[in-house]
């Protein structure tokens, strides 16, 4: 590098060469030896989210058949797969809008002229579109070579002249050609303007933005396009067979619900509740609204309504609240405000508890299901998880004996085998009378119980006597005992990052407690929960979504026995694709399966934004 | 829960240092009876859970010692020891195969892992270069994926490759590592720790005339010998258990991975639970020792960074 510079003619234009050229080959060497890494990565990682999109649309089993467009998520979730689609659709003409808006205000500020690029943008996105088509058509020829090269003898220029065979297909040809003729067009006039019409510093970001604006705009229109079609077909298939059904209705009943729930949750972080009064309150109001759902259906509930019913006891409560808040406005505007948001909450959840059910009882019953012992067992491991971590932390946060020991091995569940160590649990929760939980209860006088093969809900098992419907039992307790080796695995990990939490909270603080006054529990509830609240926040996400994606000793404790009643959502896909061999399905299971940890990630993020203190 | 007397052992502890004794002892005679009766609590419960932490484990080495019989039966603890166990499960019950088949695997892909990442980590935290942030923020996108999400169309992929390439990919090494040799995971945890290497090193390696790759290779990693070990380990661990791919790309002993083999195992051999116990403790033992011997790097690496085991 240095000696580039040495051999320039002229010391200064050298020394400009000479960068030049160093940070071009600086450039280069990054890319070398980002390389290797970007293509496993891209071809494991990222390319994997587009297939499965892709795989997603097509009846797929094993091999690629027909398109079906967005059949496969309609199947599995019935109305709720229009719903999203339809609102995808609204947040992605809201962002066209607002990046409009935003170029509007910045070139009043700037006094630029932007609108021009809107053409360049428009030509050049709709090459990129073509750019994608053309990858569309020429994806299933690539895929297909492995096809033709079966019992064949495989050389490197076979596969080199089929995938030239690919890539002369006529179709592959025509798209191709468009595809690149209406990029370099768009290009070409892009340079045009600069050069020639809207010349600025910064025509280059409003190019960019005016693309993206575009790129968003078809995705929307393509996807709202699919999902018209959909409802369409469905309304022509139960045409044919003579049914009425009210999609429209539904989704207009469902969309209201959602609105309203998004309205709550942006009020509620304008109220303060006491966090016991609110616990009391959801629960109190959840049985009853159970109760009165069993009366009404006389015990037919299905899976996805007990999933709803207490979102909809969340929209109640917070009626109740906007309505009491109502009461102490000191304006009438705001007592205006909070009675139409009391309504509006009253509506949603009404909507949620007797429309939502209806709209997607359609739905494939695994998934739901699935969904629902996800749920259950975050419910029946999280919060234990957090407690007993949190206790066993604050009693090793003292002068004790051997720490690091304690430690040791209360972080061993986490870090074994979760195969070997399940194993164990089957052996221990196995339904054998000579088991080892079966010895130990027959010992204190108790029948056998069959453990990891019992399907039977917990409280049905625990109120023998009353006759509980199947979805209000509780988990099987194949499931809860599947709950307690989370707990088992956990508890310990959380243990040690509580202990890491802990070591960082200020000790003066605990000293000016002291003087102040404060007890032990005082101590407890005023310093270290609140200081504590991002460890907490950190853990929960983890435990949370790690949950939804948890799949080894779910796999390795199920049990044909327990009738699928611990098959969770990652357990529900795996087996669609492994043991039904439905590619496309097994897909689109798991793409919802990614959005909803997304929307989860989100609600937690803007939680952690109200509620975690960050010192 | 921390009381006027603890509340100065605490602070002794954030000072790093033992807990002088005068101190405790002031405390003590403060509140003599209290504080016993609470750390008298305190030792119990962690005892406890020292028992539940361990009766897992202890049971599966028990179980593995046992005879049929025993096993199945109501015995705590084997008459007499079965080592024979563990020599039928490693030779009859192919153990010793799987052994080795993960063995290459974790071999493979953590050399993988460690080239790939290394030189990845360095050029993101050390080059400057067009589209550097895009490419690290698209890297960081594939850590919210789901693993379910990958499942299909990396079979697909997987299948695809090794019809038209020159060796199958399904039931041999390359499905089974080559996905694996690059984590999204490990060039962040590597680049942070570059990223601290301070730049005079680099100056003064460059006015020796040394380019990127030997500063790297001569200077970088001797000193990154911590941030490496770490990934070693992550990648040791996440190779050894994986269980939902290797089922998926595996159905023959000749590249079956340990984990997924107990598995098998478990669902062909379901009354021998001697020997499922015994195959249990091979394919947990090498973790363990791991465990004991890197305890540092676990409970640092792991809590501070919220890796999923």
Same mark, same amino acid.
């Given at each position: 590098? /240095? ?22 080959? %600086?450039? &280069? ?10 293509? #496993? #990565? ?22 690629? @058949? ?34 409009? $808006? ?23 996105? /709709? ?30 220029? &076979? ?68 999902? *018209? ?37 942006? &009020? ?21 609204? +159970? @109760?009165?759902?069993? $009366? ?54 009404? $909507? *949620? ?98 453990? +990891? ?25 194949? +499931?809860?005992? #599947? ?27 605990? %000293?000016?407690?002291?003087?102040? @006054? ?12 609140? $200081? ?31 009738? @699928?009643?611990?098959? /969770? ?39 952690? %934004? ?6 | ?309």
């Amino acid at each position: 590098m /240095t000696q580039t510079t040495a051999q320039a003619p002229s010391p200064l234009a050298g020394l400009f060469a000479g960068r030049r050229w160093r940070s071009l080959r %600086e450039s &280069l060497i990054a890319y070398l030896f980002v390389f290797p890494a970007f293509l #496993i #990565i891209g071809t494991f990682g990222l390319f994997p989210l587009a297939f499965s999109v892709y795989v997603s649309l097509h009846r797929w089993r094993i091999i690629p @058949g027909k398109y079906l467009g967005l059949d496969q998520y309609a199947k599995a979730l019935d109305g709720l797969a229009y719903v999203a689609g339809l609102w995808l659709v609204v947040l992605l003409v809201y962002g066209v809008v607002r990046s409009l $808006l935003d170029a509007h205000h910045e070139s009043q500020e700037t006094g630029d002229h932007p609108w021009a690029w809107l053409v360049p943008a428009l030509v050049t996105s /709709t090459g990129l579109f073509l750019f994608v088509r053309f990858l569309v058509v020429l994806f299933p020829e690539v895929l297909a070579i492995a096809e033709k090269v079966k019992g064949v003898q495989r050389t490197q220029e &076979l596969f080199l002249t089929l995938l030239g065979e690919a890539w002369r297909v006529p179709q592959v040809v025509s798209s191709r050609t468009t595809a690149m003729l209406v990029l370099i067009a768009g290009l070409a006039l892009a340079y045009g303007f600069s050069r020639w019409v809207s010349a600025g510093p910064r025509s280059a970001t409003y190019y960019m933005r005016f693309i993206i604006v575009f790129i968003m705009l078809g995705c929307g229109i393509a996807l709202g396009w699919l999902t *018209l079609t959909e409802i369409q077909s469905a309304y022509a298939a139960a045409a044919e067979e003579g049914e009425s059904i009210r999609l429209w209705s539904q989704i207009l009943a469902m969309s209201i619900g959602i609105i309203a729930l998004v309205v709550v949750w942006q &009020l509620s972080s304008r109220m303060r509740f006491a966090g016991w009064t609110t616990t009391l309150l959801v629960l109190g109001g959840g049985a009853l609204a +159970l @109760g009165a759902k069993l $009366l009404v259906d006389s015990g037919q509930v299905t899976a996805i309504e007990l999933l709803l019913i207490p979102a909809g006891v969340v929209a109640l409560f917070f009626s109740w609240r906007a309505w009491q808040t109502a009461r102490n406005a000191p304006t009438t505007r705001g007592l205006v405000a909070w009675v139409l948001a009391s309504i509006a909450m009253m509506l949603a959840a009404w $909507l *949620l508890i007797a429309e939502v059910p209806t709209g997607i009882q359609a739905g494939y019953d695994d998934w739901w299901e699935g969904l629902l012992h996800t749920v259950y067992y975050v419910l029946f491991t999280v919060p234990i998880e957090l407690v007993l971590g949190l206790f066993l932390a604050i009693l090793l946060f003292q002068n004790i004996k051997g720490k690091g020991f304690f430690r040791l091995i209360y972080f061993l569940p986490y870090v074994t085998n979760p195969v070997a160590a399940a194993s164990v649990f089957r052996v221990i929760f196995s339904s054998r009378v000579s088991a080892p939980i079966n010895s130990l209860l027959n010992l204190v006088g108790i029948d056998n119980l069959m453990w +990891l093969d019992e399907p039977k809900g917990i409280f049905q098992m625990l109120f023998p006597a009353l006759d509980i419907p199947p979805a209000l039992a509780g988990p099987s307790l194949a +499931l809860f005992v #599947i709950c307690l080796y989370g707990i088992w695995t956990y508890a310990g990990y959380n243990t040690v990052v509580f202990l890491a939490g802990l070591g960082s909270i200020p000790t003066p603080l605990y %000293e000016a407690a002291a003087i102040d @006054g404060a007890g032990r529990w005082q101590q407890f509830r005023h310093v270290t929960l609140p $200081l504590l609240s991002p460890t907490t926040y950190f853990l929960s996400l983890i435990a949370v979504i790690g949950t939804f994606k948890a799949f080894n000793h779910l796999w390795v404790l199920r049990s044909g026995a327990a009738l @699928g009643t611990t098959d /969770t959502a990652s357990i529900v896909i795996f087996n669609e694709f492994n043991r039904n061999t439905r590619y496309g399905y097994a897909s689109a299971l798991a793409l919802v399966l990614m959005g909803l940890i997304l929307v989860l990630t989100m609600i937690n993020s803007r939680i952690a %934004e109200e509620k975690v203190f960050y010192g | 829960m921390v009381s006027k007397g603890e509340s100065s052992t605490l602070m002794s502890r954030a000072q790093g240092a033992r807990v002088p004794p005068a101190r405790t002892q002031s405390a003590k005679a403060r509140n003599p009876r209290r504080l016993d009766v609470w750390m008298i609590f305190t030792y119990a419960v962690l005892v406890f859970g020292i028992t539940i932490a361990i009766l897992p484990f202890f049971w599966m080495v028990s179980t593995s010692l046992m005879t049929l019989g025993e096993a199945t039966g109501r015995t705590f603890v084997p008459s007499v020891l079965q080592w024979g166990n563990y020599t039928e499960a490693w030779v009859d019950g192919k153990f010793s195969e799987y052994f080795a088949n993960s063995v290459q695997i974790v071999l493979i892909t953590v050399s993988g892992q460690i080239v790939f990442c290394t030189l990845a980590a360095y050029a993101f935290a050390r080059i400057k270069f067009a589209g550097k942030d895009f490419l690290f923020s698209l890297l960081l996108t594939t850590l919210m994926l789901p693993e379910a999400v990958t499942w299909v169309p990396n079979f697909i992929t997987v299948t695809w490759l090794g019809r038209i390439g020159p060796i199958p990919w399904v039931n041999n090494w390359p499905a089974l590592t080559i996905p694996f040799m690059a984590s999204a995971f490990n060039i962040f945890l590597l680049r942070q720790f570059f990223a601290q290497i301070p730049d005079d090193l680099w100056d003064s390696a460059q006015i020796d005339g040394a380019g990127h790759l030997r500063y790297l290779v001569q200077i970088i990693l001797p000193i990154s010998r911590a941030a490496l070990t770490t990934v070693v380990i992550f990648g040791f661990i996440g190779s050894w258990n994986a269980l939902a791919w290797p089922m998926l790309v595996t159905n023959s002993d000749e590249w079956r991975p340990i984990s997924a083999a107990l598995m098998h195992f478990l669902d062909e051999a379901g009354s021998y639970v001697h020997l499922q116990m015994a195959g249990a403790v091979i394919t947990i033992a090498p973790i363990l020792v791991t465990y004991l011997f890197a305890q540092k790097q676990f409970t640092e690496g792991i809590a501070t960074s919220g890796l999923k085991g």
